[in-house]
C-alpha cells in the first residue's frame, strides 16, 4: 500500500529516518518551519521499552549542542539534567589527582544521558501537530530520486511512502546511505580503531558521589585509559578504552582485579571488587568506528546527518554535538535559500563536509591526548601558555578546545587557526629561549665571575658531600 507521509498540508512532506538524537531533534527543526513531518524508527518506542537497545557511553553536551536545542526551545530543560564538568580531573598511577580546566571560569560541559535526552526530544517532536512518529518500521528499500520508500512493520507487512525529501539520520551503518553507495562519485571512508570500549558502573558510596561529581575523570596510561563520567542518580559511569587484544588477554575474574590493581588501583575500593568482576564479563569490548562520505546529498530530494554522514569516535566529545549542529546549519542554509531543497542541499554539502571531516581527524587526535598526553610536563606547560596568551590576547590567541567546545567555530577553520597558533607559540618560545641563553652569556662576559672563588666555592661543596658520606 502506498500512501502520501502526511495529511493535506500546503507544506512539502519530509520523513526523517532513524528516531535517535539527531533525528527525532530533525523532526522538531522541520516541524517548526512548518512542514508535515514523519519520523521512522526501526527500533520500538524507547519511552515504553522496559529494555533500551543501543550504545550507553554518557554525552558531553557542549555550546553547539546547546544552541541547537536553544533553537527549538529545549536548552534549559536539558541542562537543568545534566551535570556541570568543569575541568578533566587526570588520575595518576600513585593516586595523585590533577585537574586541567576546560576553559575559564564558568566554562564547562555537561554530562548528560542519552537515553533520557532522546526520549525528551521524541516527546518535543511530537507536540507538534504536523508531526507522526512510526515506530517499529524498518527501512527496506529507498529511492534516493523519487522520495519513495518501503517499510516493515514488527508484524511483517509492508508499507510504502513518499516524501518531498527524505532525512536521513539513522546512524553510523544508515540504510539511507547505501543509496548513494550505488551512485557514481560517491566517497565513502569506513575505519575501525584498534581500540574497543567497556563500561563499568561506580555506586554512590553512604548516598553520595564516590568521586567529585563536577569533573570529567581520566585516568590515562598512555596506550590505553579509562574515564568516568557523573549521572544524576549519583553514580559514575565508567569507560575504558583499550586495545581488543588487551581485553582478550583477561579472561577470569582474578585477572581483572589484577589489572585494575596494576593500573587503576584507586578505583577498585570505589567501584567494588565484585562489581568488577561482574561487569567485566556482562558485554564483551565494542568497537568504535569513523565514517567520511562526500557528498550529503542526492539532488533535492535526499540528505543525510548526524552519524549517517559523519559517525566519529567519542574522544572529543563532539559526535552528538556536531550531529545537533548539522540540523541548526541546516536550519540557517534553508532561511539563506527560502526553503529551496535544489538549492539548500548542495550548499549544505559544500558547507558541512569539510567541518565534519575535521572534527572526525581531532577527535582521531583528542584520544592519544586524553591517554597519553596529559601525562606529559611540556603537553601540560603548553596549556599554560596557551590559557595565558589567551588572556592577554583573547582575539589573537584562542585554545583549540575552547573553539572546538565553547564557540561555534566550523571545525576545519578551528583547525587551521590552531596550526597556525602553534606555529607562532612555538617558534616564540624558541626565541624567547635563544634571548634568555644569549642574555646569559652576554652577562657572563661582561661581568665574568672570580674563577678562584668557584674553586674555592666548588671544594667546598666536595668537602660537605664527603662529610655527609661518612656520617
Known amino acids: 500500500m502506498e500512501r502520501p507521509a502526511s495529511r493535506q498540508s500546503r507544506k512539502k512532506v519530509v520523513a526523517v529516518v532513524g528516531g535517535g538524537l539527531v533525528g527525532a531533534l530533525n523532526a522538531c527543526f522541520f516541524a517548526k518551519r512548518g512542514f508535515d513531518v514523519e519520523l521512522f524508527e526501526s527500533r520500538e518506542d524507547i519511552r515504553r521499552a522496559k529494555i533500551v537497545k543501543g550504545r ?25 539534567q ?130 567529585k561529581p563536577n569533573y570529567l575523570h581520566i585516568w590515562p596510561r598512555n596506550t590505553f585509559m579509562m574515564i568516568a563520567l557523573p549521572n544524576l542518580d549519583k553514580t559514575f559511569t565508567c569507560t575504558l578504552f583499550m586495545p581488543f587484544e588487551d581485553f582478550e588477554k583477561i579472561t577470569t575474574g582474578d585477572e581483572v582485579i589484577e589489572f585494575f590493581q596494576k593500573y587503576f588501583p584507586d578505583t577498585i575500593p570505589l567501584i567494588g571488587a565484585d562489581t568488577l568482576r561482574r561487569d567485566y564479563f556482562r558485554l564483551p569490548a565494542q568497537a568504535m568506528v569513523s565514517v567520511k562520505c562526500n557528498p550529503y546529498h542526492i539532488g533535492d530530494t535526499c540528505v543525510l546527518m548526524g552519524d549517517a554522514a559523519h559517525a566519529v569516535v567519542p574522544f572529543y566529545g563532539q559526535g552528538m554535538n556536531a550531529g545537533f549542529e548539522d540540523c541548526i546549519v541546516f536550519d540557517e542554509i534553508m532561511d539563506q535559500f527560502n526553503e529551496d531543497f535544489s538549492a539548500v542541499l548542495p550548499e549544505y554539502t559544500r558547507v558541512r563536509v569539510p567541518d565534519d571531516h575535521a572534527i572526525a581527524d581531532l577527535a582521531m587526535y583528542n584520544y592519544i591526548e586524553m591517554r597519553a598526553h596529559v601525562n606529559s610536563k611540556w603537553f601540560l606547560f603548553r596549556k599554560y601558555v596557551d590559557n595565558i596568551l589567551y588572556f592577554f590576547m583573547p582575539k589573537t590567541i584562542i585554545p583549540l578546545y575552547t573553539m572546538v567546545t565553547f564557540t561555534r567555530t566550523r571545525y576545519h577553520e578551528a583547525v587551521k587557526r590552531w596550526h597556525w597558533q602553534n606555529k607562532v607559540i612555538n617558534r616564540g618560545l624558541l626565541l624567547s629561549a635563544v634571548a634568555a641563553l644569549l642574555g646569559g652569556s652576554y652577562l657572563l662576559i661582561k661581568n665574568p665571575p672570580d674563577i678562584n672563588k668557584l674553586i674555592v666555592s666548588a671544594e667546598k661543596m666536595w668537602d660537605r658531600l664527603v662529610a655527609l658520606r661518612t656520617l
Not at 540504510?175 to 551512485?183: E, G, M, S, T
Open 56 to 80: 550507553s557511553i554518557n554525552l558531553a553536551l557542549s555550546h553547539r549542542g546547546r544552541q541547537a536545542l536553544k533553537h527549538v526551545g529545549l536548552e534549559e530543560k536539558i541542562v537543568a
Open 82 to 211: 545534566g551535570i556541570p564538568m568543569h575541568a578533566r580531573m587526570i588520575h595518576s598511577l600513585n593516586g595523585k589527582q590533577s585537574p586541567i580546566p576546560y576553559g575559564r571560569k564558568g566554562q564547562y560541559i555537561l554530562s548528560v544521558d542519552r537515553a533520557n535526552l532522546n526520549k525528551e526530544l521524541l516527546t518535543a517532536a511530537e507536540t507538534y501537530p504536523n508531526t507522526k512518529m512510526n515506530f517499529d518500521h524498518k527501512l527496506q528499500d529507498c529511492n534516493a530520486e523519487t522520495g519513495l520508500m518501503t517499510f516493515v512493520r514488527l508484524d511483517g507487512s509492508k508499507e510504502q511512502v513518499k516524501a518531498h525529501l527524505i532525512v536521513g539520520c539513522d546512524g553510523a551503518f544508515s540504510a539511507i546511505r547505501k543509496q548513494f553507495l550505488r551512485r557514481s562519485r560517491f566517497d565513502y571512508s569506513q575505519t575501525y580503531i584498534p581500540h574497543g570500549y567497556m563500561e563499568l558502573t561506580m555506586l554512590p558510596i553512604n548516598g553520595e558521589f564516590a568521586m
